[in-house]
């Protein structure tokens, strides 16, 4: 069964920090992946995607994230977390043909 | 621009009571989601739709009914509400579904705040 894992419920780091999170996930083929952003009381917005070519993505607001086959991963990261990143961020997967897959989230706190 | 349109935003309802939330996207997509968001849970598909007058279940259907009678619109009914329907519910759209074409990226509504007493 298709199966997308947040491991971290809630990841808190300084402003200024680097931050990477992570995203596992059980896919036969080769999968479509992305990442969305939901600030408090928003919508989701997407951050960026991957379905195929280079595996290191660009996404919005500084964004990137690496596609990792060996490790069916695909962890999102920033080098400077800015104090308007506190979101939750969800990880997402699907195949062709398909609907998305989403993960539980991961909610993300800066401190100042 | 308005894109995916939700409403109402917040609504309180007592057990067994019914009420209808109303998703209106003026980006001519064909494919129309509904979710549900509860903690730790993420989002978990409710219903879908493929079309004008198309319909279909998604992982947590049960207690839920959905029409999509014109292709801007996709309702999603509550008959006779329960607390565990408690939830903020997502309207969402796509062009399509996952291809070698199109990415099938998902556009959100802002979400609609329901309480069940």
């Known amino acids: 069964a298709q199966s997308v894992t947040q491991p971290d419920i809630h990841i808190t780091v300084s402003e200024g920090a680097s931050l990477e999170l992570r995203c596992n996930y059980s896919?036969?083929?080769?999968?479509?992946l992305f990442w969305y952003v939901q600030s408090p009381g928003q919508g989701l917005q997407l951050l960026l995607k991957?379905?195929?070519?280079?595996?290191l993505v660009q996404g919005i607001k500084g964004f990137e994230a690496e596609f990792k086959r060996s490790q069916s991963s695909f962890n999102l990261r920033k080098p400077s977390v800015h104090w308007s990143d506190a979101a939750e961020y969800f990880c997402a997967v699907g195949e062709y043909g398909n609907k998305l897959v989403f993960g539980a989230g991961t909610i993300l706190r800066v401190k100042s | 621009n308005a894109g995916v349109t939700q409403t109402p935003k917040f609504r309180v309802l007592k057990t067994g009571q019914s009420m209808t939330l109303l998703c209106a996207q003026d980006?001519?997509?064909?494919?129309m989601y509904w979710y549900r968001q509860d903690p730790g849970m993420g989002l978990r598909l409710i219903h879908y739709s493929v079309g004008e007058g198309t319909t279909a279940k998604g992982e947590v259907p049960d207690g839920y009914n959905v029409s999509r009678l014109k292709k801007q619109n996709f309702l999603l009914g509550l008959e006779s509400a329960a607390p565990s329907q408690t939830s903020v519910y997502f309207c969402?759209?796509?062009?399509?579904?996952?291809?070698?074409?199109?990415?099938?990226?998902?556009?959100f509504g802002e979400g609609s705040r329901l309480t069940v007493l």
């Open positions: 980006m001519n997509h064909e494919y």
């Open positions: 896919y036969g083929a080769t999968p479509y």
């Open positions: 969402a759209s796509s062009y399509s579904l996952l291809s070698s074409w199109n990415t099938g990226e998902l556009f």
């Open positions: 991957y379905f195929s070519g280079d595996t």
